[in-house]
Each structure stands twice: as C-alpha cells, then as structure tokens.
C-alpha cells in the first residue's frame, strides 16, 4: 500500500521531470534552468530566448494579402450580424479557421519577441523589467492557445510536423508536452523574478 500511495504521489512529478529533461536536450530552452537573483543571470536566460524565438519567427511564413483580407473582410461581416446566434456560429468557425490561427500564433511569438527585446535593454530599471517579464508570461500562461494554434497549423500543412515553439523544429510531435513546457516556464517566472521582487529581493 505504501508503494503504491508514493507511485501517485511521485509519478507526476516524475513525469514532468522527464519532459523537462528531453526538452531541455532537444531544445536548450534557458528558463528551465532560470535563476533570477542577478540581472547577468536573468540577461542570460532572456538572451538565451531571445534567439530562440526570433529563430522560430523567421521559420513561419508571412501570411498571404488574400488571407490578410479575408481576415478583415470576416471581422467586417461579423460587426454587422444582429442575430447572436448567427453571430456565434460565425465567430467560431472564424476562430478555428487556420488564417486567424496564424495570424494569432504569430503575434503571440512576436509579443514574446518584444518582450524579450525588453528585458535585454541595457538601460533597463528594475521595475521596467519586471514589466517586460510579466508580459512574457502572459504568452506562456495561455499554452491552450499556443497549442491549439500549433495543433491547426500543423494540420493544415503551415507549420512543419515537428514544430517547436521556441526553436522552429524538435524531435518532439507531441502537441500536449509543450504545456508542461509553458506552465513550468510561467511558475519560474513567478517563483524566481517576479515574487522576489515584491519581496525586495531581486537585484
């Protein structure tokens, strides 16, 4: 009885140390190991993500004008819809359509990108900081949109089978392993910058 009680106490944590393990191996993602007591080690992991995420931005296709118009042609013709029921099935179909899956994706990598842009800035106050972080952590907070983007745009052909968030290609195909990846990286975020610094303990 005892062995059992630790295997379901253990076993999820075991899990995702292992997924952290094989991320880390496949991918070098620098939050995984993000200690937050210093500016030059906060600076490193930003770096680190930085070119990660600037690596995979640059593996996605800009998006067509035809899709681009479609898109505001859509928004348009939703505005004008009086009958909410119409409206709602209008609404849904548009926001699994793999257009607006794309255009979302993409902004949420390029709002990590500036993010990410800011908390490298060399003349950077603290509280500036934290800000630039907290906005990095909302992208990693909404894994469900992240993945379901990713899930859409690998079916649909615009995104490669073994697409990564951060590097643009891992040996993982397994849609469900990256929200380990995000929710871990949204807990260091808080346990090791942003709850230290209402502490006073960031430097």
């Keep these: 009885m005892l062995r059992q009680c630790a ?3 253990f076993a999820p944590v075991f899990l995702l140390s292992q997924v952290m393990a094989q991320e880390t191996a496949s991918t070098g ?4 190991e993000l200690e937050g ?4 080690n906060r600076l490193k992991a930003a770096t680190g993500m930085l070119r990660q995420i600037e690596s995979s931005i640059s593996l996605i296709a800009v998006q ?3 899709e681009l118009e479609w898109l505001d042609t859509e928004r348009a013709e939703m505005s004008k819809i009086s009958d909410m029921n119409i409206k709602i099935q209008r609404a849904e179909k548009f926001l699994q359509s793999p257009e607006y899956m794309h255009e979302k994706y993409l902004n949420q990598l390029k709002k990590a990108r500036n993010a990410l842009r800011c908390i490298t800035e060399e003349l950077n106050t603290l509280s500036r900081e934290l800000y630039c972080w907290t906005i990095l952590l909302e992208v990693f907070m909404n894994s469900i949109d ?5 899930a859409v745009l690998r079916a649909n052909g615009r995104l490669p089978k073994n ?3 951060f590097t643009g290609a891992s040996d993982s195909n ?3 392993k990256l929200s380990f990846v995000y929710t871990y990286a949204s807990k260091r975020i808080v346990n090791k910058i942003i ?7 960031l430097k």
Aim: net charge negative; charged share 20%; hydrophobic share 40%.
């Design 146 to 150: 992240l993945d379901d983007s990713i």
């Design 7 to 9: 295997l379901i106490f």
């Design 64 to 66: 067509k004008p035809s």
């Design 163 to 165: 697409y990564h968030f």
């Design 195 to 201: 709850t230290p610094y209402f502490e006073g303990n």
């Design 29 to 32: 993602l620098f939050f995984l």
């Design 37 to 40: 007591d210093t500016r030059a």
């Design 174 to 176: 397994t849609v469900s």
